[in-house]
């Protein structure tokens, strides 16, 4: 494959330049957006991209480079510029390249590519984002405006090449479909949205089923109201559930642990979380969003026990980070295209748990189900929890009105320690995932 | 500068006298304005951990994006390779958007020149040699290790850009410019007993390394950052619910940025999605509130001699004494709004459609003394450093993240607390301000704004204020009980 071979002679002249060890990335990406606004097309945009990242190691210095002119001028340049940095930065004895013996390519069919998101013409596209955004207005009389629906499609090709001999390549696609109604009673607005993403086009859901649920979400914020400072429990639905797995994996990664920078540093193998709490990093999904053969370091991809039953089992490593602890990597190497590899999360997840979401909201005599969390309010260092939020109020099971402008807060130790109910309704819409959960003992901040 | 100018047509080939055939074909189906952004951008980063220079990147991204406006709608393509025959193909797919016979059948260019350069950097910071930078670092490392023996993890990021744009437009004109960046950034972490807490420091703009001292040297940021950590290893629980706030001048400025910056853009009030739309003339802030958006500052992170559409930045007023006066226009909106530009169509590289944007946006100084404004509080909170922000302009509803915070008792700045969100309503906060300082600070230069999934960078500022009533999103409700 072409890819391959750029990234494989990148390597070679490395070693010839005077590299004792080198790797290069290259990614190629067809990509495809279009939006909708109050069914006219807003914009329509399409373009071909390419880039390749390069690192090299002399002796355990290191630099990197990126570029997206591949002519031979311009990598001549970069590759003297790259040797160049390599001199001047510091010995460090964790740099370097896998073992040798590390090396592979997870050998099934993971089901990334699809052909038939590219067979779509773009009249196909546009229409579908058409449908979303009627579907969506034709809800309700109280929706008149939206912010509009969109469709994007992406499909490309990473390859990796190592100076140890290792090349390899995969194909990917992508694509999405969006829409973001504007609700308005009583002169107030709200707006709210729904999408679906697959790797095949055949796998989104129908444009009707994604615009009314957007409607459904935005109709049920109308007459928000903020409710009196209090300490109740919290029931966080799949989409703001999964915003928590996002500091879990900060809190995992282990450039945070190796420099002391996550509250769950030190406590490998101790009890971290309730007994209801298992995470795993499984790279070997079919379809997922973030399965891979092999990592950004051309470690083949696995399955790693992140937490099981509430037991802190593995951080997650590249070769560096792993290193820098004594530990083995586990396929966790992200690789951009600027950078040395960093830490990503394969398909990091929380298994669906015994129940439904609606028995968890009628275990709730007094309560927030939150739907959307907004801010940064989060420190991986303390574990300290502090974010704007909004959702329904629940009283005696059922919901009873919309709320806004408050703020929800705790600590991330903590909640994990008081995750009450797990759902049993996981779906993959992203590379972390996680079910309804129900976590007890949050300050809920308003008036 | 002539070589600015002609940076493209001398190093990359690009023909000057092709910049016409390509708008023709981007015209070629019809669409009223058309548009060639050519871009060059040299990136350079180093980073320090564990006193160790690990890493150091440089890297290049050159590309032209393509537009086609007609009517409301936009087509856009985009090519990383400057080849003639890739340009125009570019230019056919931008130019699919409109359907019909071309109205344009030839444009004539000229070159305008640049009337101000509010960036006149002698010596950028990418072209300098990495060793220097390197010293800056290892400086800043060192001082954050001196400030306490409690500094227990250092990291620092040193990284600077350099970006060519040429942005030909079929009204004619030809814009060039030669944007500089550098930022340096200091993290720390504080460790006693089991007790750890983090500080972050760091500054810069659109300057080269001769910014980098007196109050803005390494040895500072790095002082700042290691103090914070130490603050905070004392901070107690922070307060939930309620009550008056006073904001510290400079960053804490990112109030306006969320509140109301966002809920201006133009694109938003078109469409008539923004918590802010249709209030023109309207009262939306206490009369001690006037809100500046200005792109000309020398130097400031956020200042641009033209914005990405090749329009001159400006300094444009959006709230002058608590009365709306204005929106952040680019060249679509303010085309269908019938208002006039104001230098805010920004966007993130060649791959990325412009869209309004904030440059840097700011409140003027009143006339009351900080040291009186807390003072008046009787209890509240006193935040003077912020992580970031987020605003649902719709429902008008933004947070913004205090970073460190104190109770102010008795009109004394007491006891630090923890990091909390703090919760508005856009529309409706800037009305409860009851006091300005006159001591107007900009931040030191750290803002990156994300929207639609680009970023660019801002700037923010903002005297001592007091907000008589905010939401504080901290843990405790005890101390609740000592603010009703």
Redesign the interface.
């Known amino acids: 494959m072409r890819l391959e071979q750029v990234a494989g002679e990148l390597v070679d002249r490395a070693k010839i330049a005077g590299a004792t060890a080198a790797d290069v990335v290259v990614r190629e990406a067809d990509e495809f957006s279009t939006t909708l606004?109050m069914g006219?097309?807003?914009?329509?945009?399409?373009?071909?991209?390419?880039?390749l990242?390069l690192r090299v190691l002399i002796g355990i210095r290191?630099?990197?480079?990126?570029?997206?002119?591949f002519s031979e001028r311009?990598l001549q340049r970069?590759l003297e510029?790259?040797i160049?940095?390599?001199k001047?930065?510091?010995?460090?004895p964790a740099?370097g390249l896998p073992e040798r013996d590390q090396l592979g390519r997870y050998p099934g069919e993971l089901n990334l590519f699809s052909s038939d998101v590219d067979l779509l013409s773009?009249e196909d596209r546009i229409q579908l984002a058409r449908r979303a955004e009627e579907a969506a207005l034709g809800a309700d009389p109280r929706i008149q405006?939206s912010?509009g629906a969109g469709f994007e499609a992406s499909q490309g090709t990473v390859a990796y090449a190592n100076s140890l001999g290792f090349v390899g390549s995969y194909r990917a696609s992508y694509c999405a479909l969006s829409v973001s109604p504007?609700a308005r009673q009583n002169g107030?607005?709200?707006?709210d949205y729904w999408y679906s993403v697959a790797r095949r086009a055949a796998a989104l859901e129908t444009p009707e089923a994604v615009g009314r649920k957007a409607a459904q979400r935005v109709l049920r914020?109308l007459g928000?109201r903020?409710v009196s400072?209090?300490?109740v429990p919290v029931v966080f639905d799949p989409e703001t559930a999964r915003s928590l797995l996002s500091h879990i994996f900060d809190a995992v990664r282990g450039d945070a642990i190796y420099?002391?920078?996550s509250?769950l540093?030190g406590k490998l193998h101790q009890k971290i979380a309730n007994d209801n709490v298992t995470i795993l990093d499984d790279g070997l999904r079919s379809g997922g969003f973030g399965s891979r053969p092999f990592d950004g370091e051309g470690i083949p991809s696995s399955v790693t026990p992140v937490i099981e039953k509430g037991l802190l089992q593995n951080y997650l490593l590249n070769c560096y980070t792993a290193r820098k602890l004594g530990l083995r990597t586990t396929g966790n190497a992200s690789r951009g295209?600027?950078?040395?590899p960093g830490v990503g999360p394969k398909n990091f997840y929380l298994p669906p748990g015994p129940h439904s979401p609606e028995e968890i909201v009628r275990s709730v005599e007094n309560g927030f189900y939150v739907t959307?969390l907004?801010?940064?309010?989060v420190?991986t260092?303390?574990g300290?929890y502090?974010?704007?939020a909004?959702g329904m109020w629940v009283e005696k099971g059922k919901f009873a009105y919309p709320v806004?402008?408050?703020?929800?807060?705790?600590?991330l130790a903590e909640m994990l320690n008081h995750v009450e109910m797990v759902g049993s309704d996981l779906e993959f819409r992203s590379a972390l995932a996680a079910p309804t959960l129900l976590i007890s003992g949050l300050?809920?901040?308003?008036? | 500068m002539a070589s600015v100018e002609r940076f493209f047509y001398d190093h990359y080939g690009l023909a000057e006298s092709s910049l016409a055939r390509y708008l023709e074909a981007a015209l070629s189906e019809g669409g009223d304005y058309a548009d060639l952004y050519f871009e060059h951008t040299t990136t350079s980063s180093i980073l320090l951990d564990e006193s160790l220079v690990k890493t150091a990147t440089e890297g290049i991204s050159m590309g032209c994006g393509i537009r086609v406006l007609s009517g409301e709608q936009t087509g856009y393509g985009y090519t990383d390779d400057l080849a003639p025959e890739r340009i125009l193909k570019a230019a056919k797919i931008a130019a699919r958007i409109a359907s019909g016979p071309a109205h344009v059948s030839s444009v004539g260019l000229s070159t305008i020149a640049n009337t101000h350069d509010f960036y006149p950097v002698a010596s950028p910071a990418t072209e300098r040699e990495l060793t220097e930078k390197l010293e800056l670092v290892l400086r800043a490392d060192r001082a954050a290790r001196a400030y306490d023996p409690r500094i227990k993890q250092v990291r620092v990021t040193f990284g600077d850009q350099i970006r060519h744009v040429l942005i030909a437009g079929s009204d004619g004109r030809v814009v060039t410019d030669f944007q500089p960046l550098a930022r340096l950034g200091v993290f720390s972490i504080a460790k006693e007993g089991s007790k750890l807490q983090s500080g972050t420091s760091g500054g810069g703009g659109r300057v080269g390394l001769e910014f980098f001292q007196g109050d803005r040297s390494p040895e500072y940021f790095a002082g700042e950052a290691a103090r914070q950590a130490i603050v905070q290893l004392e901070a107690r629980e922070a307060p939930a619910g309620e009550m008056e706030v006073v904001l510290g001048p400079g960053w804490p400025g990112i109030l306006l940025h969320e509140a109301v910056g966002h809920g201006l853009e133009a694109d938003f009030n078109r469409k008539g999605i923004s918590a802010f739309s249709g209030r023109i003339g309207q009262r939306v802030a206490s009369e001690l509130c006037t809100v500046i958006d200005d792109g000309t500052i020398p130097g400031r992170r956020g200042s641009l001699n033209v914005d990405d559409e090749g329009e001159p930045t400006q300094k444009t007023v959006l709230i002058e004494n608590g009365i709306l006066r204005g929106y952040l226009e680019d060249k679509l909106s303010a085309g269908i709004l019938k208002t006039t530009r104001t230098g805010n169509g920004r966007r993130e590289s060649y791959e990325h459609i412009p869209m309004p944007r904030m440059t840097n946006t700011y409140m003027l100084a009143g006339n009351d003394d900080p040291g009186e404004i807390l003072r008046s509080v009787k209890h509240g909170l006193y935040a003077v450093s912020f992580g970031g922000g987020q605003v649902d302009i719709t429902n008008g509803k933004f947070v913004f993240s205090a970073s460190e915070a104190y109770l102010i008792e008795d009109g004394k700045v007491a006891a630090p607390v923890k990091g909390a969100t703090l919760i508005g309503d856009g529309p409706t906060v800037l009305t409860r301000v009851t006091a300005v300082g006159n001591d107007l600070k900009l931040d030191p230069g750290i803002g990156t704004c994300g929207k639609d999934g680009q970023s660019v960078p801002v700037g923010v500022g903002i005297p001592t204020i007091k907000v008589s009533r905010l939401t504080v999103g901290g843990t405790s409700l005890g101390r609740l009980q000592s603010f009703q």
């Not at chain 1, 006219?40 to 880039?51: F, G, H, P, V």
Request: aromatic share 4%; proline share 1%; charged share 25%.
């Open positions: 606004r006219k097309i807003e914009s329509l945009k399409e373009a071909a991209s390419k880039a990242g290191s630099a990197t480079s990126y570029s997206s002119d311009s970069l510029r790259t160049a940095m390599a001047v930065t510091s010995e460090d740099s773009t405006n912010e504007i107030s607005m709200q707006r914020k928000a903020k400072t209090c300490q420099r002391s920078a509250f540093t295209i600027a950078g040395p959307e907004i801010g940064f309010g420190n260092v303390t300290d502090s974010r704007g909004g806004e402008e408050v703020t929800i807060a705790g600590n300050t809920v901040a308003g008036t």
